[in-house]
């Protein structure tokens, strides 16, 4: 069976400097980059800040188009598609960022959010309400809240109904870019764990980008390492970590504090 | 000479209205800390918990713009430093207690040069003048690393990792006995993070000096403290030297929270969650704060505040159930 995504050789030059667009320094923010992700796992793009990991995921959604390189998520090629069809294309593939505060209107309650994406999706109007409440229970969010604006929920709270009106899409793949980067361990292990779980049940295929490594190789089926650009290593998540081959992959888990030991790390793969 | 040790005691700070029917927020509940002379003492804790007020008070920069009481007292050099005059306090401020905070671009002023900034420093608390002070400046610039030619250098020249370097040598350029540094690699990436604990940890032992570790991340606090404390809504609620509080957690707080932090040797497995989040200063429940999310919680915990009680060398907690539970590993 193929990969549910694919993605080759993706390439994205901006230009930097200079008052009129083409008068810029041409600058590679990725420079052929390739990678497949199996349905239902969970590919990890992990890399230090600046390394082009966002480019990467705004590239595949063509919310930046690419300069060249080719995407098949599903059946379907974005860098084909135009207007409506690229519309319907984005709603099956959702995007999840570290910025929850600006991912939410906080001028629109919960359910006005949420309903937004179902009636973009066609969701009749009086099946939408008990879709909403759907939703907002499999994110563990009481429904009885969603008349409350944004402002009455905590940071991992709205993560979860941004998730919540991700899902009301119904999508087959999820990018998620640093989705719990703000938020306290123990609110981040609550929102892991619910990701594992909506994958699970769901069967939902995740490209999931974070600069955490303890957090890549705990969710990640496999990994892709980037820097400067270029995935310098791509491979199973168990391999990649028991044995990197690229120098900066071992700088990069080298770099990692002293490990966390809590009661089952005596036979930790790298202490 | 032996530095300085930092001691805190029954330390209480509450945010106030002018409202009084509005609660006050109680950021800081009796808090009790050491740091004894020469050692790493890391306070960890989530958002909110009163880490960084903890620290803000010791420098006497908590408050300026808000209602704040505060209660207890911190000893140094034998002195209380909350009952210093603001001048007093001025004059150890940078100059024997220094503090390095998470974002450097916020502290460093835009539009002067590295070199100057860290002179200015020198200037103030030594009156040095400016060609005395450049001398002093470069071998500060190469305790952190960075090569001279960044005093002609604007902060906006430099990359993250090299701002906080430049601060870092802009808090030691005094010799400070004691330093408070916030969540000083936060927004750095991990090699960058590694380089820099790395340095401090140098630093700090070459100097001997005393410092307050504040962080929310365990790993980091574990590759460079001595002893840790763990707060929670305000207060200490297990303190230890490092390789016991790692190895012997006893809180069920403490606990959980090593537990819920992500490792690939738990892929496929899900995460330790503690339910809930943590309360805000105006609603901290009775009892024992923690209990609402505890999973252990009695009806004494939602009653009586927990004693802190000690447990092993340099080892206390606060928790009623300590002793009687048995296995907690899931």
Known sequence: MSPFVEVHELTKIYRRGGVFQWEGRKFRAIDRVSFSIEEHEVLGLVGESGCGKTTVARSILCLDRPTSGSIRIGNSNPLELRGAKLRGFRRSAQMIFQDVDRALDPRLTVRRSIEEALRSRGVARERRRERIAELLELVGISPDTMEHYPSSFSGGQRQRIVIARALAMEPKFLILDEPVSNLDVSIQAQIVNLLMELRRTLGLTYLFISHDLNLISYISDSIAVMKDGVIVEHGAAEQLIRKPHHPYTRTLFSAIPEHVRGEESSDSPRS | ?330
């Open chain 2, 1 to 330: 000479m032996e530095q300085p040790g930092i001691f805190i005691r029954n330390l209480a700070v509450t945010f106030t209205s002018r409202d009084p029917s509005i609660p006050g927020g109680r950021a800081v509940r009796n808090v009790s800390i050491a740091i004894e002379p020469g050692k790493v003492h890391a306070l960890v804790g989530e958002s909110g918990s009163g880490k960084s007020v903890t620290a803000r008070t010791v420098l006497g920069i908590v408050g300026a713009d808000a209602r704040v009481e505060i209660q207890g007292s911190i000893d140094f050099r034998g002195r209380n430093l909350l009952e210093l005059s603001d001048d007093e306090l001025r004059s150890i401020r940078g100059k024997e207690i220094a503090m390095i905070f998470q974002e450097p671009s916020r502290y460093l002023n835009p539009s002067i040069t590295i070199g100057v900034q860290i002179g200015e420093v020198l200037e103030a608390h030594f009156g040095l003048s400016r060609r005395a002070s450049l001398e002093r400046v470069g071998e500060m610039l190469s305790a952190v690393e960075l090569p001279s030619r960044v005093a002609r250098r604007y902060p906006h020249e430099l990359s993250g990792g090299m701002k906080q370097r430049a601060m870092i040598a802009m808090a030691l350029v005094c010799n400070p006995s004691f330093v408070l540094a916030d969540e000083p690699t936060t927004s750095l990436d991990v090699t960058v993070q590694k380089q820099i604990l790395e340095l401090l940890a140098r630093l700090q032992a070459d100097s001997r000096m005393g410092m307050l570790f504040i962080s929310h991340d365990l790993a980091v606090v574990q590759s460079i403290a001595d002893h840790v404390s763990v707060m929670y809504a305000g207060r200490i609620v297990e303190s230890a030297p490092r390789d016991e509080l790692f190895a012997n957690p006893l809180h069920p707080y403490t606990r959980q929270l090593l537990l819920s932090v992500p490792r690939s040797e738990r892929r496929g497995l899900p995460l330790t969650v503690i339910p809930g989040r943590a309360p805000d200063a105006q609603n901290i429940p009775e009892g024992c704060a923690f209990h609402p999310r505890c999973r252990y919680a009695v009806d004494v915990c939602r009653r009586e505040m927990p004693a802190e009680l000690v447990y092993g060398p340099s080892h206390s907690a606060s928790c009623h159930m300590i002793g009687k539970l048995n296995g907690d590993s899931e």
